[in-house]
């Protein structure tokens, strides 16, 4: 997790200095920002699932998964943007200086963190930890298709997502401010499912609960590509997040308490290759789907498309989930 921290520090400093109206030149040292922005997000979180499992007991895995995810809504989502435009109308690059002086902060209380002794295990090289994670997946089917079906679920998701922008401005007829109210909406639906996601995950029980988020993700992307009001559309963006949250503490819990602690991050590392791997290609899908089929059927049309093959998708995955998903317990 420290590892991950550092990156993020590394690239802060990297965007303050880059100088203000370079233009072009600016775009290749951004690109490589956003490339390590994504991968330290990717090492902090496996890390936070594993070292979650030193910190509460197995019964407390979703309040403890729910209220951290809330928080990071909560802090992400509500307290982080506005800061930042205050922050931004003082200095452009004094949000990246607070930014590197808030991860320097996480990583000396990280530091602090006093963890139970574990059982030391004997490190590998990539390469056969890699094919280790790979074949306890394979050893558990279970596992494999919740993974598989992640990939499928955050690739329409993040279709969706591309081109809400679009969707907001020419379908839903939204200034600036409109949207930023929008995605409000969907923060809102975020902090909620967090905190209510594990009295539901426990009355369901989790095939319950994976398939009412299924429901949900159909039901929601129907209401986007069906209707073109505001309203609705922010509904559908808060009942889309509640029901992401649920999805997310139910599975993210039920691993933790199946992976065996030696495995749990390479495994872990395996199972998000599959959920984030599929997201570039959702987000091209999307873009190209709404480019072919506005010369045929039209722009409105068009942008209301990726709503609905994500909803065909989603009600393919309830089929699926209802045939294939049997757990020990619920």
């Known amino acids: 997790m420290l590892i991950g921290i550092t990156l993020l520090m590394v690239v802060s400093h990297t965007a303050l200095s880059v100088p203000p109206g370079s233009g072009n030149g600016a775009i290749l040292p ?15 979180d496996n890390a936070a699932q594993n070292v979650l499992l030193s910190i509460v007991a197995h019964s407390d895995l979703e309040r403890a998964n729910g209220q951290m995810w809330s928080a ?7 307290i982080g943007p506005p800061v930042a435009g205050l922050l931004i109308a003082s200095s452009v690059a004094l949000p990246f200086g607070v930014d590197a002086s808030i991860y320097a902060l996480s990583a000396a209380l990280i ?36 993974a598989i079906m992640l990939g499928a679920i955050n690739a329409v998701f993040i279709g969706g997502m591309t081109i809400l922008v679009l969707y907001a401005q020419e379908v839903l007829a939204l200034s600036a401010t409109g949207y930023g109210v929008l995605l409000t909406f969907g923060a809102m ?19 319950g609960s994976l398939l009412t988020a299924l429901g949900i993700f159909a039901i929601v992307n129907l209401l986007l590509g069906l209707f073109g009001s505001p309203a609705v559309a922010g509904f559908a963006l808060f009942l889309q997040a509640a029901a992401g949250m649920l999805w997310n503490v139910v599975t993210v819990s039920y691993r933790q308490r199946l992976i065996p602690d030696d495995l749990l991050g390479r495994v872990n590392s395996v199972y998000r290759f599959f959920g984030w791997g599929a997201m570039p290609f959702g987000a ?16 409105n049309d068009a942008l209301h498309a990726p709503y609905l093959v994500a909803a065909a998708v989603c009600g393919l995955l309830i089929v699926f989930a209802a045939a294939r998903l049997r757990f020990d317990t619920a």
Do not use: C, D, H, Y
């Open 189 to 207: 639906g975020g902090v909620a499912g967090g905190l209510l996601a594990p009295a539901l995950a426990t009355r369901l029980g989790m095939r």
């Open 30 to 44: 951004l690109i490589l920002i956003a490339f390590l922005f994504g991968s330290a997000e990717v090492i902090r």
């Open 72 to 78: 990071e809504q909560v802090t992400g989502q509500f």
């Open 111 to 146: 530091w602090l963190i006093a963890l139970p002794p574990r059982k030391t295990t004997v490190s590998a090289r990539f390469l056969p930890a890699l094919l280790e994670g790979l074949g306890w997946m394979r050893r558990n089917p279970l596992i494999l298709r919740l």
């Open 284 to 299: 091209m899908g999307a873009g190209a789907l709404v480019a072919v089929l506005t010369p045929v059927i039209g722009r």
